[in-house]
């Protein structure tokens, strides 16, 4: 996609961007560099989120984003091991988080097809929005899609932890009292929404990364332009 130059100078100017006059300024950026650069960070944060997350116990093991139990099962834990039930509530946290783990791989195509679709708006978005605005943009393409996508996947796994349809039997129930949230109605809708969030969480981390350390993506293009918003 060509990006109109003009766009990018106002976009820059908003916000008061300054750099050294004998610097490369972003408005002194062609169409193609400002294009290949976000597109750059943009993929290289959503493959290296995936990729981590999807490997082998990637939430499990990974403080940031491993899936604890549901609320309501937290605070039940004592009364719940003291009834035996101790290694069913750690096959069910193991199990959330391989579901999770399973289904995440899954988002790669519609990142990348979020990335295609990046319009002239979004670009401006992004250079000229906060620290987030790379996560920011996933979220508002992808977020809906993804749930539907992730839960099915996740309902697989968490289906062959027998405490899960127990689970789903009684939340269900407290659900349509409106006891507890719609996420926490079901362990598959639980685990799907942490799903989700550990991967935003994730593509926030890397690009966080990307604009503390453009040089060191290991990408020219994208320390030349996100270079320039340091």
Do not use: W
Request: aromatic residues 4%; hydrophobic residues 45%.
């Amino acid at each position: 996609m060509r990006f109109a130059t003009a766009t990018i100078i106002l976009a820059v100017a908003a916000l008061g961007f300054c750099v050294p006059a004998s610097a490369l300024s972003l408005s002194e950026l062609s169409n193609q560099d400002a294009s290949a650069g976000l597109r750059a960070a943009l993929d290289k944060g959503a493959s290296n989120a995936v990729g981590k997350l999807g490997a082998e116990n990637g939430f499990l093991f990974n403080d940031k984003v491993k899936i604890q139990l549901p609320s309501l099962l937290e605070r039940a834990r004592p009364l719940l091991n003291m009834a035996g039930k101790g290694q069913q509530l750690d096959e069910l946290v193991v199990a959330m988080n391989h579901a999770a783990e399973s289904a995440v791989p899954l988002a790669k195509p519609l990142l990348v097809d979020a990335v295609k679709s990046m319009s002239i708006s979004d670009a401006k978005n992004i250079l000229t929005g906060g620290d987030t605005s790379v996560t920011d943009f996933f979220k508002q393409k992808t977020a809906a899609p993804l749930g539907q996508k992730f839960l099915p996947i996740v309902k697989k796994v968490t289906d062959r932890v027998g405490l899960s349809a127990k689970y789903n039997g009684v939340m269900g129930q407290a659900s349509r009292l409106g006891a507890v949230s719609p996420e926490e109605a079901s362990v598959e809708a639980y685990v799907t929404q942490r799903a989700l969030d550990g991967l935003y969480l994730m593509i926030a981390e890397e690009e966080k990364a990307i604009r503390r350390d453009p040089i060191g993506s290991g990408s020219k293009i994208i320390g030349k332009v996100f270079g320039l918003l340091n």
